[in-house]
T-cell receptor
């Protein structure tokens, strides 16, 4: 069975600190990779995605993620977080040729002003 | 487009009662997903449909749960009878399914269910 692992359950940072959230997936073959964000009281929305090509992808609000195939990882990064980045972040994976989308357990990010 | 529309937004019910959650897809989307979100288990895929056909329901917890797509734009998730452990936020999401699976899901606002 496929699984998506997010290593950090809750991360607390001060504004301007750098962020890296880990994501690993467990299945082989070609995959599509996503990060979704859920701001307090809102529904999930896409932050960025990787389908093919350059393994370093840039998303909205200064976020980026790097796909490292050998490590089955797709870590999310941001050089300098803001208070408004406080949210829950979900990594998601589906296999190429398959429409199902599996999510990690989520990482709650709290940014202190 | 109004996006994915879920109803009700909040439901409080008593154990043993039937619960029906509803979802309207984005026009033109052909894949529909139901997820359940809890603190303990995160975001779990319950079932998904392609072109109205259930493809994978392995995430449905037990026979008390059922989901249908009576037409291309609408789906229901039913719990009968409901139990307190079913309390969660249930999300519906839709996408334009493709062979490659390179789909972006659009989520609804969720239905928060509390079973007393």
């Amino acid at each position: 069975a496929q699984s998506v692992s997010q290593h950090n359950h809750h991360v607390i940072l001060s504004e301007a600190a750098s962020l890296e959230l880990g994501c690993n997936y467990s299945y082989g073959g070609t995959v599509n990779l996503f990060w979704y964000v859920q701001y307090p009281g809102q529904h999930l929305q896409l932050l960025l995605k990787y389908f093919s090509g350059d393994p370093l992808v840039k998303g909205i609000k200064g976020f980026e993620a790097e796909f490292i195939k050998s490590k089955f990882s797709f870590n999310l990064r941001k050089p300098s977080v803001q208070w408004s980045d406080t949210a829950e972040y979900f990594c998601a994976v589906n296999r190429r040729g398959n429409n199902d989308m599996r999510f990690g357990a989520g990482t709650r990010l709290t940014v202190k002003p | 487009d109004a996006g994915v529309i879920q109803s009700p937004r909040h439901e409080v019910t008593e154990m043993g009662q039937e619960v029906t959650l509803r979802c309207k897809l984005i026009s033109g989307h052909n894949s529909l997903f139901w997820y359940r979100q809890t603190m303990m288990r995160g975001l779990e895929l319950l079932i998904y449909f392609n072109n109205n056909v259930p493809i994978d329901d392995s995430g449905m917890p037990e026979d008390r749960f059922s989901a249908k797509m009576p037409n291309a734009s609408f789906s229901t998730l039913k719990i009968q009878p409901s139990e307190p452990r079913d309390s969660a936020v249930y999300f519906c999401a839709s996408s334009l399914g493709s062979v490659s699976g390179a789909n972006v899901l659009t989520f609804g606002a969720g239905s928060r269910l509390t079973v007393l």
